[in-house]
Structure formats: structure tokens, C-alpha cells
């Protein structure tokens, strides 16, 4: 069974940096496209980035290049978000979501529980 469990969420100050991490585990993940999606307060989930697990391709949306970088770690099975420059409207729960073809922006065959993002300003 597949688990992905997300970590690192936390209650940050504006124009600090944050790196969430998720642990994939319960099969091999050398076909699948990993990433983020988000939902902040009031709003529908929205995707994020993604990365595909074999060449390292990266997608981000356009609303968060230059301050969000992917990135996945094989030997760990662990995919990664680091946030920049983190603004009050980067607050949302970020969850992490797989799926076993690319792209990952619109659909997904796995997600993880969430974790808390909160920037105060």
C-alpha cells in the first residue's frame, strides 16, 4: 500500500525559507510523477510542482516559480518542496500527491495527509 507522509510544516516568518519533505513508501516509484498541491483558507486545492521520479523533469505553476523549488532524493523515496522568500499567502495545508504518469497537475493516484504551512507577517 502506498503511503506518502509529509513533514517540515510549520508557523514561519515572512521572507524566511522552509523545506517540506515526503517520505513515499509500499512500492517502487521509478514511473511515477510526484509533487504538491496546496489549499489555503477558503480556496480549492490547487497544484504546485511536480517532479518526474525517473529523469528529474520539473512543473511548477506560474504563480510560484523563482520561489519554489522540487526536488526527490531515490535512495530516500523522498520528494521535497523548498519555499522562499515564504509570503503570508504561501499560509495553506501542502499535500503530497503521486501519480503513476506525468503530468501531476490536474490529477493524482495518491495523496498524503497534509501538513501546515502558516507565514506570519
Known amino acids: 500500500q502506498v503511503q506518502l507522509v509529509e513533514s517540515g510544516g510549520g508557523l514561519v516568518q515572512a521572507g524566511g525559507s522552509l523545506r517540506l519533505s515526503c517520505a513515499a513508501s509500499?512500492?517502487?516509484?521509478?514511473?511515477?510523477?510526484m509533487g504538491w498541491f496546496r489549499q489555503a483558507p477558503g480556496k480549492e486545492r490547487e497544484f504546485v510542482a511536480a517532479?518526474?521520479?525517473?529523469?528529474?523533469?520539473?512543473d511548477y505553476a506560474d504563480s510560484v516559480k523563482g520561489r519554489y523549488t522540487v526536488s526527490r532524493d531515490n535512495a530516500k523515496n523522498t520528494v521535497y518542496l523548498r519555499i522562499a522568500s515564504l509570503k503570508p499567502e504561501d499560509t495553506a495545508v501542502y499535500y503530497c500527491a503521486a501519480r503513476r504518469q506525468w503530468p501531476l497537475r490536474h490529477e493524482a493516484n495518491y495523496w498524503g495527509q497534509g501538513t501546515q504551512v502558516t507565514v506570519s507577517s
Open positions: 517532479i518526474n521520479w525517473s529523469d528529474g523533469t520539473t
Open positions: 509500499g512500492r517502487t516509484f521509478s514511473n511515477y510523477t
